[in-house]
């Protein structure tokens, strides 16, 4: 069903797969010599990413991207920031949805005050703005935005439309204003791995029964880790570009950092439909094209899918659940264990009737589930039947308002609500802990992109828990139409496969979208809630710093999620000091107030007081600073004071920059770690300010509560970083410790030197 190469691939007039170890066979097919270095220019996404690429240099890449897109979490930050930046207008089109923070309900005002921000912002600088329940973020950008040879740069993990020829990427928002302020982002150019598809699907699977299947096989073992992974073979032109989309956009769950698909002749339908054919053109590889891997898989192999909790890749065939149902479910117990630390029981063996699972709730929506082929695919097995009155329910929510006219003049919702769905608007929360989050201790199957813990909504501070595993809205369906019994789609398998053609009527988006691009309006004034705070002050990097180490996570992966909650914060992301007081919360609830504690220092040094006179204990600590290698000119002056996160490989999931401006105004200064999950999670540790530090050997000479001193730090910066002296200051004689740092870009170590990004623009 799916196979990885141990190394390279050469793929052959789109056709031929030749693993590297079989270059022979591939020259002599060829009738000449293969070339790896040629043969990467002849990949798809070789010629999208030179094409953008500002640098003169083809390995070391500065892209210019085509147009730029946020939502109502990420937007406001994003333009406070190029604002004090000295933003005038947006130089692309920039795209403003309301899609995450669409329920102005809990807060009081503060939603709809940014939603509010948000359209004087398109009306001021000429921005794209599209209200709340219209559209899903991807969505529209599929449906009005992306296009073959384009890339788009979102403030957003899941963007990802590389099915439709366009290569993107999701990033922090501190990237999105180097655009905006006419950068460029930067990245060595990465590898790329085919994923070469042969055979069909089974018309009872669907495109997340693919995904998951895609994200257990390369997760674990880190196979495309900042990679670009390109979609080619026959079996692309099996599936629909609407299906493929639904694939595509879980490809951020494997950790790469983009997607490209070829494109073909229902590509060009898709983008004809929704009235820019123009935007169509055919990509395929070159008739010699190398890849640093390939995953091969047979599409017609692939079978109904689950992902359990916590993770995408905790996945298993329902099938193979099903068979042993008592064994897998004790294994996810075990973890729940983990991930509540005793705050609160969750079960899951209880929920076997029977010998077999009783879900509690089902959701189909987002950008990967609220398609229309899945929703329409999810009414035809539903049609006719009845979900009963029992304990499962199910909620649908359209992608964006086109989908939803379209499946309700079809009668296909109708069809659902007969069935005893209930039908919403578009809508993101129940991705993210936002919205639907399921009783107690339940279990809840869901066609969005994300289960990772407690993203659901619940809160084991407070004894609540529960969590999601992922399906497909085919299963997803099938589970419903057997009043909420796990099901896989096969045992409906009949239904499936005649998805009315979908018509696209763009009216609403006419009606109520604000497009402003190239129109800006320098005279508006923007709407500012109660809420929506201006970024505090940040000094620059001292000459040395001295960090407390204020929390050590030890977990393999820490993420997003974890270093600042989803869900509940939501409405505070608009106020860096009030969604400050979340960091770590679910994580390491004594985190702020330790880092608080430090920043205060920081803050008594930056006003000029005599801390060392003040403070016997830092006062001991500076005469021990001056009396180790490069603490001898160590002072108050030139020492800046900050809290460190250790943590083993943090950065896992969502772009949200706010994981680490939430460290930095409340003290951080630094992280420690053995990797970073992602690079944008790295990108937003640097465009903050904060020292991103990798440590050699384990972390067993620091624990919380110790300062750890590094001398020189701005002169290391311009050095070596493959080797930073620093000292844990410990009782007794500080025991050196050896850090060092991924390399850095020239604007990346200027940045840090500098406070921030905002501190780095207004200095240029």
């Given at each position: 069903m799916i196979e990885l190469t141990k190394n390279g691939?050469?793929?052959?007039?789109?056709?031929?797969?030749?693993?590297?170890?079989?270059?022979?066979?591939?020259?002599?097919?060829?009738?000449?010599?293969?070339?790896?270095?040629?043969?990467?220019?002849?990949?798809?996404?070789?010629?999208?990413?030179?094409?953008?690429?500002?640098?003169?240099?083809?390995?070391?890449l500065k892209i210019r991207y085509d147009a730029l897109t946020s939502h109502?979490?990420?937007?406001?930050?994003?333009?406070?920031?190029?604002?004090?930046?000295?933003?005038?207008?947006?130089?692309?089109?920039?795209?403003?949805?309301?899609?995450?923070?669409?329920l102005c309900a809990v807060g009081g005002t503060i939603n709809e005050d940014d939603h509010l921000f948000g359209l004087t912002a398109a009306q001021k600088y000429g921005g794209i703005f599209v209200p709340p329940h219209v559209a899903v973020i991807h969505q529209y950008m599929r449906e009005m935005h992306a296009g073959c040879g384009k890339m788009i740069l979102g403030s957003d993990s899941h963007t990802r439309y590389g099915a439709l020829g366009t290569l993107a990427v999701g990033e922090g928002g501190g990237e999105l204003d180097k655009q905006i302020l006419g950068d460029t982002w930067d990245t060595d150019y990465p590898e790329v791995v085919a994923v070469y598809l042969t055979g069909r699907p089974q018309p009872w699977v669907g495109p997340q029964d693919i995904a998951l299947t895609l994200c257990r096989a390369v997760f674990k073992n880190g196979y495309v880790k900042n990679k670009v992974m390109e979609f080619v073979g026959p079996g692309v032109s099996s599936m629909s570009t609407d299906y493929r989309n639904a694939v595509d956009v879980m490809t951020t769950e494997t950790t790469c950092l983009s997607s490209i698909w070829r494109t073909d002749e229902d590509t060009r339908a898709f983008l004809k439909e929704h009235h820019r054919e123009a935007?169509?053109?055919?990509?395929?590889?070159?008739?010699?094209?190398?890849?640093?891997?390939?995953?091969?898989?047979?599409?017609?192999?692939?079978?109904?899918?689950?992902?359990?909790?916590?993770?995408?890749?905790?996945?298993?065939?329902?099938?193979?659940?099903?068979?042993?149902?008592?064994?897998?479910?004790?294994?996810?117990?075990?973890?729940?264990?983990?991930?509540?630390?005793?705050?609160?029981?969750?079960?899951?063996?209880?929920?076997?009737?029977?010998?077999?699972?009783?879900?509690?709730?089902?959701?189909?929506?987002?950008?990967?589930?609220?398609?229309?082929?899945?929703?329409?695919?999810?009414?035809?097995?539903?049609?006719?039947?009845?979900m009963g009155s029992g304990e499962f329910a199910l909620n649908v929510y359209p992608s964006s308002l086109p989908v939803y006219m379209d499946l309700m003049k079809k009668g296909l919702l109708g069809d659902l609500m007969a069935a005893g769905a209930v039908v919403k608007t578009a809508f993101c929360g129940?991705?993210?802990?936002?919205?639907?989050?399921?009783?107690?201790?339940?279990?809840?199957?869901?066609?969005?992109?994300?289960?990772?813990?407690?993203?659901?909504?619940?809160?084991?501070?407070?004894?609540?828990?529960?969590?999601?595993?992922?399906?497909?809205?085919?299963?997803?369906?099938?589970?419903?139409?057997?009043?909420?019994?796990?099901?896989?789609?096969?045992?409906?398998?009949?239904?499936?496969?005649?998805?009315?053609?979908?018509?696209?009527?763009?009216?609403?988006?006419?009606?109520?979208?604000?497009?402003?691009?190239?129109?800006?309006?320098?005279?508006q004034k923007l709407f500012y809630g109660p809420n929506i705070k201006d970024w505090p002050e940040m000094p620059e990097l001292g000459e040395n710093v001295l960090l407390q180490v204020c929390s050590k996570i030890l977990d393999p992966v820490t993420t997003t999620d974890e270093l600042i909650p989803s869900g509940e914060t939501s409405s505070y992301r608009s106020n860096p000091l009030g969604l400050a007081e979340f960091t770590l919360s679910r994580r390491d609830p004594g985190y702020v107030a330790r880092t608080k504690a430090v920043k205060e220092l920081e803050l008594a040094r930056e006003a000029g007081k005599d801390l060392l006179l003040e403070n016997p204990e830092l006062g001991t600590l500076f005469r021990r600073i001056q009396g180790i290698p490069g603490g001898e000119g160590a002072a108050l002056s030139n020492t800046e004071i900050g809290s460190l996160v250790y943590a083993t490989r943090p950065g896992d999931g969502s772009a949200r920059e706010q994981a680490a401006s939430c460290q930095r105004v409340i003290g951080g200064l630094a992280n420690i770690t053995q990797d970073y999950a992602t690079k944008r999670y790295r990108s937003n540790v640097i465009n903050w300010g904060m020292l991103p530090f990798h440590l050699k050997g384990e972390p067993e000479g620091f624990e919380v509560g110790?300062?750890?001193?590094?001398?020189?730090?701005?002169?290391?910066?311009?050095?070596?970083?493959?080797?930073?002296?620093?000292?844990?200051?410990?009782?007794?004689?500080?025991?050196?410790l050896t850090l060092f740092i991924k390399p850095l870009t020239q604007e990346e170590k200027e940045i840090i030197k500098a406070g921030c990004l905002i501190n780095y623009n207004r200095k240029k």
């Open positions: 691939a050469y793929l052959l007039n789109g056709r031929d797969l030749i693993p590297e170890e079989n270059k022979a066979l591939g020259e002599q097919k060829l009738g000449r010599k293969l070339d790896r270095e040629e043969g990467r220019k002849g990949t798809i996404a070789w010629g999208i990413l030179q094409d953008h690429n500002t640098s003169g240099s083809p390995d070391h109502d979490l990420t937007y406001v930050g994003i333009i406070q920031t190029a604002r004090a930046s000295g933003m005038d207008h947006f130089p692309m089109p920039y795209v403003l949805t309301c899609c995450h923070n669409s935007d169509y053109k055919e990509l395929n590889p070159g008739e010699v094209a190398y890849y640093d891997g390939c995953i091969q898989v047979d599409l017609s192999q692939v079978k109904p899918m689950i992902a359990l909790p916590f993770h995408p890749s905790n996945a298993y065939t329902i099938d193979e659940l099903n068979a042993n149902l008592e064994d897998i479910l004790r294994e996810t117990e075990k973890k729940a264990e983990e991930v509540s630390q005793g705050r609160a029981p969750y079960t899951l063996t209880d929920k076997i009737r029977d010998g077999k699972l009783q879900v509690q709730q089902g959701v189909i929506g987002g950008c990967s589930g609220g398609n229309y082929s899945n929703v329409a695919e999810a009414a035809a097995l539903l049609r006719g039947r009845s129940p991705c993210f802990g936002a919205g639907d989050t399921p009783n107690n201790n339940g279990l809840s199957i869901r066609h969005n992109t994300r289960n990772f813990p407690n993203r659901e909504g619940s809160k084991p501070g407070q004894g609540q828990m529960a969590a999601v595993a992922l399906m497909d809205a085919r299963s997803i369906a099938a589970t419903a139409a057997n009043n909420g019994i796990l099901t896989s789609a096969e045992v409906y398998g009949d239904v499936f496969g005649s998805v009315p053609e979908y018509h696209f009527d763009d009216s609403a988006y006419k009606a109520r979208v604000y497009n402003g691009f190239g129109k800006p309006e320098p005279e110790d300062w750890i001193f590094v001398p020189g730090i701005r002169e290391a910066l311009d050095g070596s970083l493959d080797q930073i002296r620093a000292w844990v200051l410990k009782e007794g004689e500080p025991v050196e």
